[in-house]
């Protein structure tokens, strides 16, 4: 028991009863456009054709194309990218994307129409500027005084959060509370958002055979990785997404063991330099990106970064994405050996959040949509995603010590009374027979009379003491 306590004393069981969906946050939803850029504002296929010719692009266009390579996938194929100290990629990014009001056209929470601008955000990840419904506000995520203003730069819409990993929603916090939660199970709890991209804008030597959008689902305090962990959504589809929660909670005994034995982190025990709070996510995003500056001199674009930090230029594309599948293969070589990886040490969080997605499709008839949608039909594709939980409670884990004082004092005394034949009482009669029954009197007394050698004198009588119990056993022998 010692030793199974020593390996790992902490132990993940279900806890004691369902939970109802509305104790948890609806999740953060991103969406990233796969058509990077506005056809009047720069055209790729042309720029690549003039290339082709070898006709040289004007200073503006050649920006535009090599701030392009950073989020198409596929443009390094077609050229190779000098040196350059001008770039700036934010800047040019956000001047060739699209507005939100263009992409999101028709949001719907809680079975009632809302402005897509007052619950979607604009935000600086991976595939450039994309949009997010139901995260934190930036300040509440980045350390304000030590990232970058360019993921700062954006409207923020977002009121303060109502709502920690560790302690859930605070108390008092009505259903109004953000980041929003789900009320009951379906849509009619649920977000349906129909995003939509301009036939004309579709550029394949950028997103290659795909068109549409990227989708991620995570908890509303984490950044999007939607380089790798995104869901497609097809222009004219209709894409389901029904949730299952995954909810991890800790007992508050778990902070007496030290993070390392228990493997894990509580929000507030490690200090990330550019968030404000820890969960695996963001410790894994930091890391990367300290990894790669070290190794490349400089850092992506969507990685967190101080406002001095160099920002890596196009022709050190294939560095930076080198240097994190690099780091992935010395995380995987470190478990494999049983090791562990020290650069980054980013264990789980303590008290999680995480959400199970099952998919199903099917084509979206927009024009028989009941409602109106803010788009002309004509050269428009629309595609439209729904969100909602599936079950209107979900069965949380706990994580607590694998043995508490209380369950060692149990399982002692059972070992004891298996092994032993020995309880309390057992404990209690060697007590009575080593401290008191030595101080009872019992049995009979010799009394030396003096003179018992001689006969007795008539009329004197001798008195002995007699034990009446010594003679009821003489009697019950007989």
């Not at 230029?313 to 995987?332: E, H, P």
């Not at 399982?411 to 404990?427: C, I, Y």
């Amino acid at each position: 028991m010692y030793r199974k306590w020593d390996t790992n004393p902490v132990t993940i069981v279900y806890g004691a009863e369902l939970e109802p969906v509305s104790t948890i946050p609806f999740p953060a939803v991103t969406v990233c456009p796969l058509t990077k850029s506005r056809i009047e504002v720069f055209n790729l296929t042309q720029a690549i054709e003039a290339l082709n010719q070898n006709i040289s692009l004007d200073e503006g266009s050649d920006e535009k194309l090599r701030t392009l390579a950073h989020v198409c996938p596929f443009l390094n194929n077609w050229k190779e990218f000098q040196d350059s100290t001008t770039e700036d990629i934010v800047l040019n990014l956000r001047s060739v994307a699209h507005t939100l009001d263009s992409v999101m056209v028709y949001c719907w929470w809680r079975s009632s129409v809302v402005p897509c601008r007052s619950i979607t955000m604009e935000r600086l990840v991976d595939d450039g500027i994309c949009y997010t419904f139901n995260s934190l506000a930036l300040d509440e995520i980045y350390r304000v005084d030590q990232i970058s203003p360019d993921f700062l730069n954006f409207s923020n819409i977002a009121p303060p959060t109502d709502w920690t990993r560790d302690y859930g929603y605070r108390p008092g916090a009505g259903v109004d509370a953000y980041p929003y939660r789900p009320l009951s199970n379906g849509l009619i709890s649920g977000a349906i958002l129909v995003a939509v991209v301009r036939q004309i804008d579709n550029e394949p030597l950028c997103s290659g055979s795909h068109t549409g959008f990227k989708l991620a689902v995570h908890p509303p305090d984490e950044v999007a990785f939607t380089e790798d962990r995104f869901y497609r959504l097809d222009t004219l589809t209709t894409l389901m997404l029904d949730l299952t929660p995954k909810v991890t909670k800790a007992t508050e005994t778990l902070r007496n063991l030290s993070p390392l034995r228990r493997n894990c982190y509580f929000s507030n025990e490690r200090f990330l330099r550019f968030f404000k709070h820890y969960n695996q996510i963001n410790c894994l995003a930091e890391c990367v990106s300290n990894y790669t500056l070290a190794k490349c001199g400089c850092a992506k674009f969507s990685m967190p970064r101080s406002e001095d930090t160099k920002i890596c230029d196009t022709s050190r594309i294939g560095c930076y994405r080198n240097a994190f599948l690099s780091l992935y293969a010395l995380m995987v070589r470190a478990s494999l050996a049983n090791k562990k990886f020290h650069s980054c040490n980013c264990m789980p969080s303590c008290a999680s959040v995480d959400y199970g997605v099952t998919i199903s499709k099917d084509v979206f008839h927009f024009h028989d949509f009941p409602l109106r949608l803010e788009f002309a039909s004509e050269g428009h594709d629309p595609s439209l995603v729904m969100v909602s939980f599936r079950d209107r409670h979900y069965a949380s884990m706990l994580r607590r010590e694998l043995v508490g004082i209380n369950q060692v004092i149990a399982e002692l005394g059972g070992l004891f009374a298996l092994l032993l034949g020995a309880s309390m009482l057992s404990l209690a009669e060697i007590v009575y027979y080593s401290c008191v029954r030595c101080l009872r009197r019992e049995g009979p007394k010799r009394t030396k009379i003096k003179g018992a050698n001689r006969l007795p004198s008539r009329g004197h009588r001798i008195q002995l003491r007699v034990d009446p119990w010594a003679q009821y056993r003489r009697h019950v022998m007989r």
